[in-house]
């Protein structure tokens, strides 16, 4: 997973990165969206990148714009729930045997002292953007 595209901010600093996918329910379960992402948490928003060929900028989700984190059950695997103050709920497949960890740095990330220093530049149209995308595949 190569994080060298993905800028941070000053003041910005990497808690950790993950392997994602977007967990979708059909009518015979939970199923995985493709491409996998690349999940880059930081201490002021959690930066989401398509593993594809072709470059696609990074969708970024500022830490005040996520209102809850925590592990779900999602069929046969486990997962972890993302809900937006958009009332928008993202849930994503994490890498094997890291959920714990995932939403641990996920929780780190939304704590307001942690995140003191930033102010987010949130664009509606790009948020929408990437909700669009997840809802159409």
């Not at 809850?68 to 486990?78: D, H, M, P, T």
């Not at 996920?106 to 664009?123: D, E, G, I, Q, W």
């Amino acid at each position: 997973m190569a994080t060298s595209d993905i800028q941070l901010l000053q003041g910005e600093h990497r808690f950790g990165q993950y392997q994602l996918q977007i967990a979708r329910l059909t009518a015979t379960g939970w199923v995985a969206t493709v491409p996998p992402l690349t999940g880059t948490v930081t201490n002021c928003r959690l930066i989401l990148k398509p593993q594809t060929r072709k470059p696609h900028p990074p969708a970024s989700l500022p830490a005040t714009y996520i209102t809850k984190v925590s592990a779900v059950n999602l069929g046969q695997r486990s997962g972890v729930l993302i809900a937006l103050k958009v009332g928008y709920q993202l849930n994503v497949f994490v890498g094997w045997g890291q959920v714990e960890r995932f939403t641990a740095d996920l929780t780190k990330m939304v704590t307001p002292s942690v995140r003191t220093r930033f102010m987010p530049n949130l664009a509606q149209d790009d948020l929408m953007r990437l909700i669009e995308e997840i809802t159409r595949r």
